[in-house]
């Protein structure tokens, strides 16, 4: 689903989440995508350039979606979190982790993707050559074009 907020604003969203088949007959997960994106002009034309995302993997319990992961980058909504993170549900002895800033690197949708592939054996709807070339190709012209290559550090 693509929804506007603006001229130039866009979101791409999936929701309710998209139920995943897994090769190996495991119960199905859940995705939900959540990315915010400007369109703006460039010396070559136009570029869509990532504003916020949320990438979640999620399990399904009775009617309830339960999130194993999230990635999460959203700048403009919080100022004192301004990196990209991960949340993992998970308890610990010493606590919940769920509400813990993991920092990580940007995470593009097509990592995202071979992740759900690779590590929990989601099943494509390709075969392998056509999916991994796919997910290649997108993530190369995605890096080229990137503006956020160098980093401040996070403290």
């Known amino acids: 689903m693509l929804a506007s907020t603006d001229q130039n604003r866009k979101i791409l969203t999936y929701e309710p989440p998209a139920k995943l088949q897994r090769q190996n007959g495991d ?9 915010t994106y400007l369109i703006i002009q ?17 399990s399904k319990h009775n009617d309830d979606f339960i999130p194993l992961f999230e990635f999460h980058w ?42 759900l592939i690779r590590d929990f054996d989601v099943k494509p709807r ?22 956020w290559k160098y980093w401040d550090p996070l403290i």
Not at 42 to 58: C, E, P, R, V
Not at 101 to 108: D, G, I, L, N, S
Request: charged share 20%.
């Open 27 to 35: 119960r199905p997960l859940y995705l939900s995508i959540t990315q």
């Open 42 to 58: 460039t010396a070559d034309g136009y570029k869509a350039t990532t504003s916020d995302y949320i990438y979640a993997l999620q």
């Open 74 to 115: 959203h700048p403009a909504s919080t100022p004192r979190l301004k990196w990209p993170h991960m949340h993992i549900n998970g308890n610990t002895y010493d606590g919940d982790v769920g509400r813990v800033h993991f920092p990580t690197a940007r995470v593009c949708i097509e990592d995202f993707i071979r992740i």
């Open 126 to 147: 390709l075969p392998h050559a056509e999916w991994r070339e796919i997910l290649t190709r997108n993530k190369a012209a995605f890096v080229a074009q990137s503006s």
